[in-house]
């Protein structure tokens, strides 16, 4: 099973990016999809997480501005970016809890990271 991130870039601010995570292999079920970033000298934090139902959550800093939607035909889920500041710039990581048939437990997969860097 691999997460492969794309959408990331330059953006000046108050612009707008889209990030896509498409998970691709083996899977059977994918069962929660969330978004972290890494800003350099600090920790990941989770920016939004999104259930197999469509349930969302978000950081208190990105409320408003983000939206995480899926599509679960697709095995992809999304990050919309809207309004972004330059405390947005980080590196940005897909991260799901897949099961990859109907015995196998879950395990968590990563992608390799999309950098965005919001700056003028």
């Known amino acids: 099973v691999q997460l492969v991130e794309s959408g990331g870039g330059l953006v000046q601010p108050g612009g707008s990016l889209r990030l896509s995570c498409a998970a691709s292999g083996s899977i059977f079920n994918i069962n929660d999809m969330n978004w972290y970033r890494q800003a350099p000298g600090k920790q990941r934090e989770l920016v939004a997480a999104?259930?197999?139902?469509?349930?969302?959550n978000y950081a208190d800093s990105v409320k408003g501005r983000f939206t995480i939607s899926r599509d679960n035909a697709k095995n992809t889920v999304y990050l919309q970016m809207n309004s972004l500041k330059p405390e947005d710039t980080a590196v940005y990581y897909c991260?799901?809890?897949?099961?990859?048939?109907?015995?196998?437990?879950?395990?968590?997969?990563w992608g390799q990271g999309t950098q965005v860097t919001v700056s003028s």
């Open positions: 991260n799901a809890g897949i099961s990859s048939s109907w015995l196998s437990p879950l395990r968590d997969y």
């Open positions: 999104i259930t197999s139902g469509g349930s969302t």
